[in-house]
Nanobody, 114 residues
């Protein structure tokens, strides 16, 4: 089964930036649409961003204009560039297909705090 490994999280001050990476054990081009999701503390997992096989991008309203999803087929990696981070962006971030498969990786913790 496909497996995803997320990395790049950490502690950052409000207004800061982070870039998350997602590697898969199969070709991401074969998966097609890829997405980033997050689970804030005490809340349900939610959609953050999506990229289609054709390169169409979509974002949750809460991150639009601040986050950018991209992919590198040569590195078989999907990225999430996060700028102007806010405390409400604190969450565990996951990548998966879009729509997601029924299993998830460990995610990477992002904490935005001064």
């Amino acid at each position: 089964q496909v497996q995803f490994v997320e990395s790049g999280g950490g502690l950052v001050q409000p207004g800061g930036s982070l870039r998350l990476s997602c590697a898969a054990n199969i070709s991401i081009s074969s998966i097609g649409r890829m997405g980033w999701y997050r689970r804030p503390p005490g809340k349900q997992r939610e959609f953050v961003a999506r990229i289609t096989s054709g390169g169409r991008l979509s974002y949750a309203d809460s991150v639009k204009g601040r986050f950018t999803i991209s992919r590198d087929y040569a590195k078989n990696t999907v990225y999430l560039q996060m700028n102007s981070l806010k405390p409400e962006d604190t969450a565990v971030y996951y990548c998966n297909g879009a729509p997601p498969f029924g299993f998830w990786g460990q995610g990477t913790q992002v904490t935005v705090s001064s």
